[in-house]
């Protein structure tokens, strides 16, 4: 018996002429995300893509989990490939939908794209429903709330039988929107925002501060691990590390305290406003909610996004902690998240941090720095890592 996985995309038929972009660039993620685990044939027709096994190494049960994180993906389900005939419907209809079996209730959907077929889309659920219930006795037929949703899809090649359907990623394919850069850390918040602005269909370049020897290799790791998990959604993340510690003690040394947050955040604007241009990004992402912390107030955002020139994107902005930590656990980088290993975010933090900066007094303490040459110095010595599932 012959199997196959359909997909079933989201908001890309919604793109008109453009359709056709939006669905290359998927038929491209699929395959690279199905490379690793064998060959497979991939098609498309009528809104719905086909991946079929073109080699006996092809695992069909991995590629289900791998393609449940595909963005562009609304739904999915493994189906059985049968001749456009009834009677061939009926009989793998019989043996391939093994729920039928534990199941009480069931029902039967139909969809006839190709309207050759003699038979109407009432007539396949009434004729299919009324063979099932004699085969399983034990069956009744629920069409509100059933147990099983038997499917039939007669399309141009071949007609397809398929139970339940998994949910998708949604969204749009990754590399339809531009590339961005996300100032991530070690924290919840941040993989979240990546993950949210991948969903958009952006490719992402990541931008981590390490303070050695405040923040340790396990900071780093966390974060790396981080993006290991974004990447079965996104795709393959460039990683580069900004040595942030001369800056930090600087600024710890020559500002005044109370604004050595904003201070430090609008330094981690620049450097990141620099390297996002110099990798064609076209804006910054991070993870801030207004008010979650000091540096997260209307205000202190203000000042920070006066440091960029690039606009910067904050996906989690009107969340609270609850609903972030809901997705983080979703993707499952919460328990990552929350490893003891400080960020240099954490590092000299003030006291008593200003609440809300005002922009020209943020500005005068600035000056008092050599701002590019830190800045130029922190570049210079960045790190680069490729960061992809495994």
Known sequence: MKEI?????????????????????????????????????????????????????????????????????????????????????KLKAQDYLEELVYAKTFKVEAKRADKRFPMTSPEICSELGGFLLEKFPHLTVDVHNPEVTVTVEIRDFAAYVRGKSLEGAGGLPVGTASKAAILISGGIDSPVAAWMMAKRGMTLLAIHFASPPYTSVWAEQKVIDLLTKVSEYSGKITLMTVPFTKIQETISKECTEELFTVLMRRFMM???????????????????????????????????DNASTLPVFRPVIGMDKEEIVKISRKIDTFDISIRPYEDCCTVFTPKHPKTKPILEYVVREEEKLDCEALIEEAISNVDVKKITYK
């Open 5 to 89: 996985i359909l997909l079933k995309n989201g908001e890309i038929t919604l793109k008109g002429l453009n359709k056709g972009r939006f669905e290359d660039t998927l038929i491209r993620n699929i395959k690279y995300r199905l490379s690793s685990i064998g060959k497979f044939k991939i098609s498309k027709a009528q809104s719905t893509i086909y991946v079929e096994p073109a080699s006996d190494e092809a695992d069909l049960n991995k590629a289900l989990e791998r393609l449940k994180k595909v963005f562009g993906v609304i739904a999915l389900s493994k189906a059985c490939v049968c001749e456009k005939d009834f009677e061939d419907i």
């Open 270 to 304: 620049k450097i990141s406003d620099r390297i996002a241009k110099d990798n064609e990004c076209l804006a910054l992402i991070t993870g801030e909610s207004v008010a979650q912390v000091a540096s997260q107030t209307v205000e202190a955002l203000y000042c920070t």
